[in-house]
């Protein structure tokens, strides 16, 4: 018989976190890598939340929370989603758990059946298709192109929903394009899915903060949509917390409560520490962490230059996150220092061989045409590893 499932045979490796383990790897042999693959900020965890977790393990927390949060916790969140989102929860509709990962892992769990379709618009973050196909989801991409910022229109949603259409998830910021939807492309979106009254949306926002332009809206806030709406959220990238391991949703009761029983069967809930300092990260003003979404945003301008100064790379201005996303199927069936590229993993791992820069290939995304170049790095860093790319495909 074999060892192992056929669910976790069918599971692509995280491309993310298979090229961070490379560029470690490579490091380890002494290579001089520049790592911009991965999705981490580079910045310390802020001090007033180091001590807030200081303070939780000398006045003893070490039990077993509650498995969907600490009622404290609980309240923050809920504050934060009133304070940030416009958006009314209440504790039954919070459910706090193991980064945003394990969030959106519960919603699947809870809400998927077998051929159900979710629909993703292209490019998304590279676990969607991954875990709705744990869970028999059958994922439904919608190809979306710079010329629209990478963003899917009212009409190609309209065409992509069927009668077996469960969900449609998406990330605003967007990783790894770094569009962010306006509030008028979420009303459009609503409108359509108003003709639909069985399609919920999972909203993940875990760059709510990361935002260079008009600012953040949440579709659970526009008329129709609050009750179908699952919103995510989480610590990891606002407040360089993604070791902690905290992530959340406001999401209707039911489905909430069903997340509640999924995690009591299999985590037990969030690290207790880690809940307890994210109690203050959220109850302080965003406006705390706002030296590093100043510096991303220097980066971003700085990376920005750099990539649109490379032949044959052709990018969106991101409007938020941490990534660029490139076009650069300029190279493909081209040869570079004797090496054939036909696709962006060859030019990805092309990066990696020559330039010794770690970036990730778009097809990860659901985007066979572009790579993510992260600037969670510093500037030093950037500038380098453009300028090693650049030196190997002139
Ligand atoms: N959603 C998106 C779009 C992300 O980029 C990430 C990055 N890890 C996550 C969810 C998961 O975040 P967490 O660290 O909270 O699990
Ligand atoms: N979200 C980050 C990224 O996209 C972290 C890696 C991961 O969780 O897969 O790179």
């Not at 491309?15 to 890598?33: F, S, V, Y």
């Not at 699947?108 to 875990?131: F, H, K, Q, R, T």
């Not at 979106?189 to 260079?212: G, M, T």
């Not at 610590?235 to 997340?259: D, Q």
Request: glycine content about 8%; hydrophobic content about 40%.
């Amino acid at each position: 018989m074999q060892l192992l499932s056929d669910r976790i045979l069918d599971m692509s490796t995280s491309a993310t976190l298979a090229m961070a383990a490379k560029a470690r790897e490579l490091r380890g042999e002494g290579k001089d890598i520049i790592g911009l693959s991965l999705g981490e900020p580079d910045f310390s965890t802020p001090d007033f939340v180091k001590e807030a977790a200081i303070q939780a393990v000398n006045d003893g927390y070490n039990s077993y929370t509650p498995v969907d949060g600490y009622g404290e916790l609980k309240d923050a969140i809920i504050t934060k989603f009133k304070r940030d989102n416009n958006l009314a929860y209440k504790p039954s509709q919070i459910v706090v758990s193991t980064g945003a990962k394990q969030s959106l892992f519960n919603v699947a769990g809870v809400m998927l059946n077998d051929g159900d379709e979710v629909i993703l618009p292209c490019p998304y973050w590279v676990s969607y298709a991954d875990i709705v196909k744990l869970f028999g989801g059958v994922p439904v991409e919608v190809k979306t192109s710079i010329d629209t910022d990478f963003k899917m229109t009212a009409e190609q949603l309209e065409a992509a929903i069927t009668p077996k259409t469960k969900m449609m998830w998406f990330s605003s910021p967007c990783n790894p394009s770094g569009s962010v939807y306006s509030k008028s492309e979420l009303e459009a979106l609503a409108a359509v899915l108003a003709k639909h009254p069985d399609v919920y949306v999972v909203s993940d926002e875990i760059y709510e903060h990361i935002n260079y332009g008009e600012g953040h809206t949440s579709i659970a806030e526009i008329d129709g949509m609050y009750d179908r709406t699952i919103t995510v959220n989480g610590v990891s990238k606002a407040f360089a917390m993604t070791g902690w391991r905290i992530g959340f949703i406001g999401a209707p009761e039911k489905v909430a409560r069903a997340c509640n029983k999924l995690q009591g069967q299999t985590t037990s809930g969030a690290n207790c520490i880690a809940q307890r300092a994210v109690i203050t990260a959220l109850t302080e003003p965003p406006s705390r962490v706002q030296y590093m979404i100043d510096e991303f945003k220097e980066r971003r301008d700085l990376i920005l230059d750099l990539v649109n100064n490379i032949d044959g790379f052709k990018a969106n201005t991101p409007d938020g996150a941490f990534y660029v996303f490139p076009d650069i199927s300029h190279y493909f069936g081209k040869t570079l220092k004797g090496k054939q590229i036909n696709n962006a993993t060859d030019f990805s791992l092309y990066l990696l061989e020559e330039a010794l820069v770690a970036t990730v290939t778009g097809d990860a995304f659901g985007n066979p045409n572009c790579i993510r170049i992260s600037y969670a790095a510093s500037k030093e860093q950037i500038i380098e590893a453009l300028k090693r790319i650049k030196a190997v495909v002139s």
